[in-house]
């Protein structure tokens, strides 16, 4: 066992979920920040920059899609291998993390061949301005064509943070993430000599950024990461690996392809309202996802610690990881929430609201803030359910509250809300309905599920 095992199987849960969690919060953090510098420079073009936004907001929900199955993938290897470690099997353990690369590189072939023969028809299915899904072909294109970068760190980062390395696993997110605030300026208008390609730009520092990630991952890896040791033949494709991974992996992919869908749906029902609502709730989640992508920081600090402790056995340090993950995912989203409450106004200005959408926008910030501590129970319990290996539990979770609790209850309040316009409040009042309704499907999964943690340690 080397040293950062030690300290995985040693160091008090509440420091180590300190430690490696913090990392990981500011990692996420600046990936929300980035992804609003991308939109902000895009939008800011001397020529067809509102053609450009639409043409990037089209491109979002694919987007989404190759992150979500590159997350999920790496989350199932993570469980397993910080589960083989805390079991000493590192046989087991390297075997795994050579059919994750294995994955991440069938990953890259799927979208390198949808960004070849899909990407045009993709965007052509959503618009009828010529200029939009030029624009749009062009920018996914390039993102697909490119993204292995995107599919090879998602899998090398989850090996270092497996075996406790979220430090590494950080220092390469936010490389990549400078490098894309860097580099979008340049290509997008042309500076310092080079030619403007515009959205095209746009595209090329994100894939670049990506593999800068993808390339400090693998560095730290190979000489950090000793307690996994990949050989030629580990990186053979083993069926039953394959399925132990997706076991734990496919439903936090699709837990992640869920938001597009929620967003989606949630726009056409907004849109029914007013054109005004669509705007406020858009603008919401840019501002509410600071907090959701801190929550997902420490949920990802939650998962490989709970899984190697569940591979040592040790009941009383499970125990401790639920209850501080539970707390300090408390913590991040009550601040939020009190941040939210009191800076609502200020916060509405950023993005030059006024009038009746600034209104409307200031109303969504106060109801649906409310949710965010119901939220953040639900995001803990998730990575818990994902430890040990309770997929469809954390599957459970997100489609509750992503799904379940929240297009009934819009449809309905969005009659009413028709019918009397002042009335229009209710729609901000599905978000917090459903995520205490989800956090009591939670308590109820984790009260089965719980049995296997009580008594003494290593019992």
């Known amino acids: 066992m080397d040293n950062k095992n030690e300290k995985m199987a040693a160091l008090p849960v509440k420091k180590l979920m300190l430690s490696m969690g913090i990392p990981m919060i500011i990692s996420m953090v600046l990936q929300a920040v980035y992804n609003i510098v991308d939109s902000a420079f895009v939008?800011?073009?001397?020529?067809?920059?509102?053609?450009?936004?639409n043409a990037l907001t089209l491109a979002f929900p694919m987007q989404i899609l190759m992150v979500a199955v590159g997350i999920g993938t790496g989350v199932g290897a993570n469980v397993l291998i910080a589960k083989s470690l805390g079991q000493n099997d590192g046989r087991t353990a390297n075997k795994t993390a050579g059919n994750a690369i294995f994955l991440g590189f069938a990953i890259y072939i799927i979208f390198l061949l949808f960004g070849i023969f899909g990407a045009g028809i993709y965007i052509d299915s959503q618009t009828d301005n010529a200029v939009i899904s030029r624009m749009g072909t062009e920018y996914l294109s390039i993102c697909c064509v490119l993204s292995f970068g995107m599919s090879m760190f998602a899998i090398f980062e989850k090996m270092l943070q497996a075996a406790g390395h979220s430090l590494c696993s950080t220092i390469a997110q936010i490389l990549g993430a400078v490098t894309n605030i860097v580099l979008d300026p340049i290509l997008i208008y042309g500076l310092l000599g080079c030619p403007e390609m515009g959205v095209k730009g746009a595209a090329y520092a994100t894939v670049i950024g990506q593999i800068v990630s993808f390339a400090a991952a693998l560095i730290f890896h190979i000489k950090f990461n000793k307690s996994i040791r990949i050989k030629p033949q580990d990186i053979k494709p083993s069926p039953k690996i394959i399925?132990?991974?997706y076991s734990v992996g496919l439903p936090a992919i699709i837990s992640q392809a869920l938001i597009s869908i929620m967003t989606y749906g949630m726009n056409l029902i907004l849109n029914g309202v007013g054109e005004n609502m669509v705007t406020a709730y858009g603008l919401y989640y840019k501002i509410q996802q600071f907090?959701?992508?801190?929550?997902?920081?420490?949920?990802?600090?939650?998962?490989?610690?709970?899984?190697?402790?569940?591979?040592?056995?040790?009941?009383?340090?499970?125990?401790?990881?639920?209850?501080?993950?539970?707390?300090?995912?408390?913590?991040?989203?009550?601040?939020?929430?009190?941040?939210?409450?009191?800076?609502?106004?200020?916060?509405?200005e950023i993005f030059g609201l006024s009038g009746e959408t600034q209104s409307l926008c200031i109303s969504a910030i106060h109801i649906i803030s409310v949710g965010l501590v119901f939220a953040g129970v639900n995001i803990a319990f998730q990575g818990i359910f994902q430890a040990v290996g309770s997929g469809m539990g954390s599957l459970a979770v997100s489609v509750c509250r992503q799904l379940l609790f929240v297009f009934p209850t819009a449809i309905v309040f969005a009659g009413i809300a028709k019918a009397n316009y002042e009335m229009n409040w209710l729609l901000w009042a599905v978000f917090p309905i459903a995520e205490f309704l989800t956090a009591a499907v939670a308590l109820l999964i984790f009260a089965k599920i719980s049995v296997r943690f009580r008594g003494t340690a290593n019992a």
């Open 43 to 53: 939008s800011n073009m001397a020529q067809g920059g509102e053609e450009a936004l």
């Open 243 to 245: 399925g132990a991974v």
């Open 291 to 348: 907090l959701l992508f801190a929550a997902f920081g420490m949920r990802d600090a939650i998962t490989p610690i709970t899984a190697f402790s569940c591979g040592m056995g040790d009941k009383s340090r499970i125990r401790d990881c639920v209850k501080f993950g539970h707390l300090f995912t408390a913590i991040i989203m009550l601040a939020g929430c009190l941040a939210l409450e009191i800076f609502a106004v200020p916060f509405s």
